[in-house]
């Protein structure tokens, strides 16, 4: 670990930023919000919340720590002299924050040397707060979770009772595979939620509320604090044929299940887009 580089610290400046932009995202939310621009596809929306949201934290990082690493979704690609960068999501689940969904989030992670050591998932609308720290477990609004359903007691789910989230990509013809693959999972699986944030996904791996995330196509700010909150409720994180979590591939779910849904995908080729 560098030298004045303290994991706690990094995650309270995380929290305090990711519940700031929360709020400025809950209390300032044009009533005629339109959108500002579009990325990869014309359904890959950028709004003026999501530019805001970003440049609060950006702002707020680099008043108290000038010297690290910025990468957010919206643009912030900042080298560092520190060890430290930061991954930013500044609206996880732009569509549902659009159409007033109330499934969408602020995600912030924290890098050391290349390795998460901090995340937060802010939830505004559900007032929930996810965070870890690596080795020290993971906790919504203070409190610790697992990644367990109710339903496992404590055990692995087999795959034919598991409820299993995924998301799509904003590329028509990725989303004509990712269908494909949906529709022969679904008649072997408990069901499907498509809740449209990744890091919401993560999340509710890691407090039980599905049991297994996959989705093609998430970004390291997508998956930054969620997937260590996942790991450090207890599910493991990775791709296929056991490669780490990427924008290839990410799979969340407890152990056994975890296997067996990264069995499925890789039968079903799932790592392509034709
Ligand atoms: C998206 C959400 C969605 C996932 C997409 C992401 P954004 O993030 O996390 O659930 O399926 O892959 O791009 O664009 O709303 O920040």
């Known amino acids: 670990m560098p030298e004045n580089v303290n994991p706690k610290d990094l995650l309270e400046?995380?929290?305090?930023?990711?519940?700031?932009?929360?709020?400025?995202?809950?209390?300032?939310?044009?009533?005629?919000?339109?959108?500002?621009?579009?990325?990869?596809?014309?359904?890959?929306?950028?709004?003026?919340?999501?530019?805001?949201?970003?440049?609060?934290?950006?702002?707020?990082?680099?008043?108290?720590?000038?010297?690290?690493?910025?990468?957010?979704?919206?643009?912030?690609?900042?080298?560092?002299?520190?060890?430290?960068?930061?991954?930013?999501?500044?609206?996880?689940?732009?569509?549902?924050?659009l159409y007033e969904i109330p499934l969408w989030g602020v995600s912030i992670g924290v890098e050391v040397d290349g390795v998460t050591v901090a995340g937060v998932v802010e939830i505004p609308m559900l007032r929930e707060t996810f965070t870890a720290l690596r080795g020290d477990g993971a906790y919504r609004n203070g409190e610790a979770i697992r990644a367990y359903s109710a339903q496992s007691e404590g055990k692995p789910v087999p795959l034919e009772r598991a409820l299993i989230a995924t998301g799509f990509g904003y590329a028509a013809q990725r989303r004509a595979v990712q269908g494909e693959i949906v529709a022969d999972l679904l008649p072997r699986v408990r069901d499907i939620r498509r809740g449209g944030s990744a890091a919401l996904d993560l999340c509710s791996v890691a407090c039980g509320r599905v049991d297994g995330y996959f989705e093609r196509g998430a970004k390291p700010w997508d998956l930054s604090a969620g997937a260590l909150i996942a790991q450090e409720a207890g599910a493991k994180v990775g791709g296929l044929h056991g490669a780490a979590a990427s924008d290839e591939m990410t799979v969340a779910a407890a152990e056994g299940l975890f296997e067996a849904l990264c069995g499925f995908l890789e039968g079903h080729d799932a790592a392509r887009d034709s």
């Open 13 to 97: 400046l995380a929290v305090r930023l990711a519940d700031e932009a929360g709020r400025l995202l809950v209390q300032e939310r044009p009533r005629d919000l339109g959108i500002a621009d579009t990325k990869s596809s014309p359904t890959d929306i950028v709004t003026v919340m999501d530019q805001r949201s970003e440049k609060l934290i950006v702002e707020g990082i680099l008043a108290e720590r000038p010297d690290d690493a910025i990468l957010g979704e919206e643009g912030s690609d900042r080298q560092g002299t520190s060890g430290v960068r930061w991954v930013i999501d500044p609206i996880d689940g732009t569509v549902n924050y």
